[in-house]
């Protein structure tokens, strides 16, 4: 040796390779479920996202007539339901989020845990790195950094979207089957500040997530049970018709129950971000599996709950059950005005003094009601409501084409599906004129929905079928009211 000092490059290098060698090693056994806690963290956070925002949307058009029919103007369809198609996009597209941000985040997860284990441009750097730092560790700090958006987003989601599709499982529950689209768009345009109020309330619920203590495993069973109790409340007062007290019971029950869900998650994902097992988090779903979890899960909560709470609980609610009537959606002014009746066939007869009339309605399956009707002596009829549809409500537009089919009259016949309301001047059917359309904006007051018949003849029974086809949306109020023939 010339020199007193040896050159260090050729065992910093043998020293990088060997921190390398460990640190692959280390990769490839750590465990999956870390992967699945980021990658699962990584997606809720981006469902929330587009749910919020799609429900910001939603509540844009429910509070602005004018946004809802502008927004209206642009999707196709003769009448589009603005406010439920919003309700229907959150769910679709934070689905859609939830997917693609999982494929995005294996990736980004896969490239960032292969960069930790390549070798960088600074010998000296890549030794301090790999000396201090392990893939388990990187993982596990990149999950963390995820905890606090992944709880308080779903919070604020659930509070703008499920609140809206809680009145759709009402409407649901309320006709035995699908609701009526019309229905529910009216409810959700005559609930539009409290489903604000709920929102607001959630955003604030998202504020207090950010804050560790309310992220302990200890809040989800009180939550779950204030959720349980605000729901089982506000179906009391839903049926009893106290429209304040149930939204609020309803905002209260929704908030809580995503603060216990979002909890009651969290704490299984810190348990499994502990686990020390390479083979943890890569178990296939099976449904032998899904059994075991489930009664895992059940012998959990058995030892939280005592059977003197079962019991309370179940008396409350059947206390709640046999209190009320059958669930009821006139819990707005625009379901009190619109009530659904049963999809059959009825007989109704109309008083006439000296003679009696035939009435016959039945609902198609295009949407369309038909009526069967018997003049006699040439007096007229007049129906009082458009199969449930009975008021016009303020603020709304009624579009109602009423067509005249298997007809034996001698002449010609008045028809307004607006009676008393000199607004609209009635039109002939008859003859050639076989179908007329309807417009009319109730702006400055509630207006009475129905058919007035008024025949030209004074002798004679003469049978006839209407079809008549009403639909409701937002009306333009600084534009003046039109009747179209």
Not at 4 to 18: K, L, N, P, S, V
Not at 21 to 46: Q, S
Not at 338 to 366: F, M, Y
Request: hydrophobic share 50%; charged share 20%.
């Amino acid at each position: 040796m010339s020199e007193i000092f040896r050159d260090r490059t050729e065992g910093a290098m043998a020293r990088r390779q060997d921190l390398l060698r460990k640190r692959r090693d280390e990769l490839v056994t750590m465990p999956h479920a870390i992967r699945r806690v980021v990658v699962a963290r990584a997606a809720r956070a981006a469902a929330s996202t587009a749910a919020i925002i799609c429900g910001t949307a939603m509540l844009a058009v429910a509070l602005s007539p004018k946004l809802g029919a502008f927004v209206a103007s642009g999707l196709p369809g003769i009448n589009p339901a603005v406010i439920s198609t919003g309700v229907g996009a959150a769910w679709v597209l934070a689905l859609v989020a939830f997917a693609i941000s999982r494929g995005r985040s294996e990736h980004r997860f896969a490239v960032a845990m292969s960069a930790h284990v390549l070798p960088g441009q600074d010998l000296d750097h890549d030794i301090e790195r790999l000396s201090h730092e392990h893939p388990d560790e990187v993982a596990r700090e990149m999950a963390h950094r995820l905890e606090v958006r992944s709880a308080a987003l779903p919070v604020a989601a659930a509070a703008f979207v499920l609140p809206a599709t809680l009145v759709y499982l009402a409407h649901a529950l309320s006709v035995g089957g699908w609701p009526s689209t019309a229905e529910y768009e009216m409810n959700l345009a005559w609930a539009g500040k409290p489903l604000l109020v709920c929102a607001l309330a959630g955003i604030v619920a998202a504020i207090v997530m950010t804050r560790p203590a309310a992220r302990r495993e200890g809040v989800t069973m009180t939550a779950a049970i204030v959720s349980v109790l605000a729901g089982a409340l506000a179906t009391g007062t839903l049926v009893q018709r106290e429209v304040e007290m149930t939204w609020l019971l309803t905002a209260l029950s929704v908030i809580t129950g995503a603060i216990a869900a979002v909890t009651w998650r969290l704490a299984r994902e810190r348990k499994a971000l502990e686990i020390d097992d390479p083979a943890a988090g890569s178990e296939l779903f099976t449904l032998r599996g899904l059994w075991q979890s489930t009664r895992t899960l059940l012998s959990g909560m058995r030892r939280h709950v005592s059977t003197r709470m079962v019991v309370g609980i179940g008396a409350f609610a059947l206390l709640l059950v046999c209190a009320g009537d059958r669930m009821a959606l006139g819990t707005t002014k625009a379901t009190a005005s619109a009530s659904i009746r049963p999809q059959t066939v009825q007989t109704v007869p109309l008083e006439i003094p000296g003679k009696t009339s035939l009435l016959k309605w039945t609902a198609t399956a295009d949407g369309r009601i038909r009526y069967d009707v018997r003049f006699v002596d040439g007096k007229p009829i007049t129906l009082t409501d458009l199969h449930g549809f009975q008021v016009l409500p303020k603020g709304w537009r009624a579009r109602v084409t009423v067509s005249l089919v298997d007809s034996a009259i001698p002449g010609m016949l008045a028809v307004s599906p607006f009676p008393g309301n000199t607004a609209v001047v009635p039109l002939s059917l008859g003859y050639d004129s076989l179908d007329h359309r309807f417009v009319f904006s109730a702006c400055d007051e509630e207006a009475d929905l129905g058919l007035s018949l008024v025949p030209n003849w004074a002798t004679g029974t003469y049978d006839a079928s209407f079809l008549v086809e009403p639909t409701l949306e937002l009306a333009h109020c600084d534009v003046e009211p039109a009747q179209l023939q």
